[in-house]
């Protein structure tokens, strides 16, 4: 993972970063085999995608479930704006953003915030969500399992479970960062895609349950 402007990024809590998708997906399957667990990703030509139906093995969580996870967590409605509430600036100690503690390394910073980590945080060094899930936002954004598609088109009927689409260019990401400071990067509905590594994007694992 090295550094970034002198601050490391290679802690032993650290979360995992300036890693690709394929190389998740490849990692997930050394994982998965080693626990005795069925590969999720396939290799076809020059990239990896997932079984369809998945397996049993360690991947990556679909948009549709980190959105559930993140936003949906315990709420009725809409779902949470942040993960801390309805209104910026985030409460004292909410995530690891773009804060104080950044400002001589980052072009944009929440001056009024400070979660005393420059760059990414040991993982879990946050509360929770109602689920128990930590740093669903802030500190790393997260590839998603889903293909992202420039022209989707809102479902004619409700779909349980999607999988997104088969093909695409681009991979979904979710959640805000610790170089995140704008209102839009910091909504829990944020989402962009990417195809390269980031100092600032790393991911989580799933499994289904048999």
């Given at each position: 993972?090295?550094?970034?402007?002198?601050?490391?990024?290679?802690?032993?809590?650290?979360?995992?970063?300036r890693v690709t998708w394929d190389e998740v997906?490849?990692?997930?399957?050394?994982?998965?085999?080693?626990?005795?667990?069925?590969?999720?990703?396939?290799?076809?030509?020059?990239?990896?995608?997932?079984?369809?139906?998945?397996?049993?093995?360690?991947?990556?969580?679909?948009?549709?479930?980190?959105?559930?996870?993140?936003?949906?967590?315990?709420?009725?409605?809409?779902?949470?704006?942040?993960?801390?509430?309805?209104?910026?600036?985030?409460?004292?100690?909410?995530?690891?953003?773009?804060?104080?503690?950044?400002?001589?390394?980052?072009?944009?910073?929440?001056?009024?915030?400070?979660?005393?980590?420059?760059?990414?945080?040991?993982?879990?060094?946050?509360?929770?969500?109602?689920?128990?899930?930590?740093?669903?936002?802030?500190?790393?954004?997260?590839?998603?399992?889903?293909?992202?598609?420039?022209?989707?088109?809102?479902?004619?009927?409700?779909?349980?479970?999607?999988?997104?689409?088969?093909?695409?260019?681009?991979?979904?990401?979710?959640?805000?960062?610790?170089?995140?400071?704008?209102?839009?990067?910091?909504?829990?509905?944020?989402?962009?895609?990417?195809?390269?590594?980031?100092?600032?994007?790393?991911?989580?694992?799933?499994?289904?349950?048999?």
């Open positions: 993972s090295g550094e970034f402007s002198g601050q490391t990024l290679n802690g032993d809590t650290q979360p995992v970063v997906a490849q990692y997930l399957n050394w994982l998965s085999i080693r626990d005795g667990f069925q590969p999720v990703y396939e290799q076809k030509g020059s990239v990896w995608v997932p079984s369809r139906p998945l397996r049993n093995g360690y991947r990556l969580p679909t948009e549709a479930e980190w959105e559930w996870a993140a936003r949906f967590a315990g709420q009725q409605g809409p779902g949470l704006k942040y993960s801390w509430g309805a209104d910026l600036p985030p409460p004292d100690k909410s995530g690891n953003y773009a804060d104080i503690a950044a400002a001589k390394i980052l072009p944009r910073t929440l001056v009024t915030y400070n979660d005393s980590f420059p760059v990414s945080a040991p993982s879990g060094s946050f509360e929770p969500n109602v689920f128990g899930i930590y740093d669903m936002s802030g500190n790393v954004s997260e590839w998603v399992q889903d293909y992202y598609v420039l022209d989707a088109v809102e479902a004619p009927a409700l779909v349980e479970d999607p999988l997104g689409p088969e093909v695409g260019d681009f991979h979904i990401v979710r959640g805000s960062s610790w170089r995140s400071a704008h209102e839009a990067d910091l909504r829990l509905a944020y989402r962009t895609y990417e195809s390269e590594r980031r100092e600032d994007l790393g991911f989580r694992l799933a499994r289904n349950l048999e």
